[in-house]
């Protein structure tokens, strides 16, 4: 044991009489190394994402791309509105303005819902009507009334599009599952004049899908709170959630975190050694 000590100890009095020795080498080699690290930082990634949590084989992640695939993200961006009252002309107007602009300035949007385009199904004597909530817009008091009946009954509207007690009204944005970022598709691809059944050569396999990335699940988020803030005033309070927006401030909370602790665990490094070595100097 002691022999195993003494090495130790010897080698660090090599290494120490090595760095004294030759100053300027030691800190140009550092320099540089440090150099390729910083170069590195840019191409650090993190991914606050559930499924960033398993192995790209974790029988969980296999099966919920397998549901990806089939039915699509199921995960939602949901802008809540809080107006004095739903049901009035000035507020629905509104409502249909932020419809159309999230529809145009948010990017991978899949499907967006709101009290706009829901659709209103029921039954009227012998015959069952499907068309918009408010494919005929209400243009005087008694229509208002109507439609606030009819939402308010509809219980396929109950807090998802509306709160239970009328206070709230949603507009939901669902994006799309894959992405498309470096897609390449082929629009003549099985249109080829010497494509033949009997064809010989072997077909391409299917590239593998690229799920949506978090690069651009915060495109999405940041166009959605920009374009909120365009429309946000006291009597029209706005509200975003869902667990693409979490995932986004989640990300944005950690990398701050992590600039603090980085400069305070080196100014701790600095302070300890500065009081170890009772000051400074250079070679």
């Known amino acids: 044991m002691a022999n195993i000590r003494y090495r130790i100890e010897k080698w660090f009095e090599v290494y120490a009489r090595a760095i004294y020795r030759n100053p300027i080498k030691i800190m140009i080699i550092v320099l540089l190394f440090t150099a390729l690290l910083v170069s590195q930082i840019?191409?650090?990634?993190?991914?606050?994402?559930?499924?960033?949590?398993?192995?790209?084989?974790d029988p969980a992640l296999l099966a919920y791309n397998s549901f990806r695939d089939q039915f699509g993200r199921d995960e939602v961006i949901i802008i809540a509105l809080k107006p004095p009252d739903i049901f009035h002309q000035e507020f629905l107007t509104k409502v249909k303005l932020l419809h159309?602009?999230?529809?145009?300035?948010?990017?991978?949007?899949?499907?967006?819902?709101?009290?706009?385009?829901?659709?209103?199904?029921?039954?009227?004597?012998?015959?069952?009507?499907?068309?918009?909530?408010l494919e005929n817009w209400p243009a005087n008091e008694t229509e208002m009334a109507t439609l606030k009946s009819r939402v308010m009954s509809n219980p396929m509207y109950q807090n998802l599009l509306i709160s239970a007690g009328g206070a709230y009204t949603t507009i939901i944005i669902r994006t799309h599952s894959h992405s498309i970022?470096?897609?390449?598709?082929?629009?003549?691809?099985?249109?080829?004049?010497?494509a033949s059944e009997d064809s010989e050569t072997p077909a391409k396999p299917a590239p593998k899908p690229v799920y949506l990335t978090d690069k651009e699940n915060s495109q999405a988020v940041h166009a959605?709170?920009?374009?909120l803030k365009k429309y946000e005033a006291p009597d029209f309070q706005t509200y975003i959630a869902g667990s693409p927006v979490v995932t986004h401030f989640l990300k944005q909370y950690v990398m701050i975190?992590?600039?603090?602790?980085?400069?305070?665990?080196?100014?701790?490094?600095?302070?300890?050694?500065?009081?170890?070595?009772r000051g400074y100097s250079f070679p």
Do not use: Q, W
């Open 224 to 227: 959605a709170r920009a374009v």
């Open 181 to 194: 970022l470096g897609e390449d598709l082929d629009v003549l691809e099985g249109f080829e004049e010497d």
């Open 257 to 277: 975190d992590m600039r603090k602790f980085m400069a305070l665990a080196i100014g701790t490094v600095a302070i300890f050694l500065f009081v170890m070595s």
């Open 42 to 57: 840019s191409k650090i990634r993190i991914d606050t994402s559930t499924e960033g949590f398993l192995h790209d084989d």
């Open 100 to 133: 159309e602009d999230l529809e145009e300035n948010v990017p991978y949007i899949d499907d967006i819902t709101s009290i706009i385009n829901a659709r209103n199904t029921r039954g009227e004597a012998d015959e069952l009507i499907v068309e918009d909530l």
